[in-house]
């Protein structure tokens, strides 16, 4: 059988507890022996109450929170990496060409222009030719003026902001994507843009793990259903 050219996910007794230092070492466990796979192709929509970790889900798959148990394997060409245990020059390498992660809100990069925040993109996934005509076509597509362009991001509005942060995340095509409330702070018309960007991104053949809480969004975006409330953890 010849393997898949997009990644799979698989995540398998995957544990996080929460240990806060500044309050007298608490801890707080989150997500116990989660459990789920993603193909090429799907949109996995994780669902479930306000705090039961989906975020967190997230933030691990991205490297941004150690595992305390379990392994997520991303399973792409013949390569496997566990996620769970790759160093972090892997994992940065991942972001570049493999993942990415819509956060709900940009972090702004401080003094760098809009327009170059999408065209790092592209440079760093290694981009043949002039990173800057697909920039300025996806920050069009998502309708960010071509005034604000030039200009730092921090004095944007919300949703300027979180298209600004969707289009440098869709500017490439990444073969695994996180998407966390990406329509969160949007109006209608470009909520409507970024169904059809996520929908295109499975289409192609990427694996999608997204929270969405607009359920029209998530009807029309996600392929499959996961309900956490099976692994919360007990407290
Ligand atoms: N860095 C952290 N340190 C300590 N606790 C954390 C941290 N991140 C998340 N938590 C806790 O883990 C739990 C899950 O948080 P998470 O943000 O994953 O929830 P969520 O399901 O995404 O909620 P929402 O729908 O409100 O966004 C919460 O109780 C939160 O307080
Ligand atoms: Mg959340």
Not at 10 to 16: A, I, M, P
Not at 59 to 77: K, P, V
Request: aromatic content about 6%; proline content about 7%; some cysteine.
């Amino acid at each position: 059988m010849t393997p898949p050219a997009f990644p799979s996910l698989q995540v398998d007794g995957l544990s996080k507890t929460f240990t806060l230092h500044t309050q007298n070492g608490a801890r707080l466990p989150v997500l116990q022996g989660m459990r789920f796979s993603v193909s090429p192709g799907e949109c996995l929509a994780l669902s479930g109450p306000s705090g039961i970790g989906k975020s967190t889900v997230l933030r691990l798959l991205y490297g941004n929170y150690g595992a305390e148990t379990g392994r997520m394997i991303l399973r792409q060409d013949e390569r496997e990496i566990d996620l769970a245990a790759a160093s972090p020059r892997e994992i940065l390498r991942l972001r570049k060409h493999t993942i990415g992660y819509v956060s709900q809100f940009l972090r702004v990069i401080p003094r760098v222009p809009t327009l170059e925040i999408v065209a790092d993109t592209l440079r760093n996934a290694g981009f043949a030719g002039d990173p800057l005509p697909p920039s300025k076509a996806m920050l069009t597509r998502l309708r960010i003026p071509e005034r604000l362009w030039n200009l730092a991001p921090s004095t944007f509005s919300g949703g300027e902001q979180q298209r600004v942060n969707l289009a440098r995340v869709f500017v490439h095509p990444f073969p695994v994507l996180l998407l966390d409330e990406p329509t969160a702070s949007l109006d209608a018309a470009n909520r409507q843009t970024v169904i059809e960007l996520i929908q295109s991104a499975w289409a192609r053949g990427a694996a999608v793990v997204g929270i969405f809480h607009d359920l029209e969004v998530r009807d029309a975006v996600a392929t499959r259903l996961l309900d956490m409330d099976q692994f919360r953890a007990a407290a």
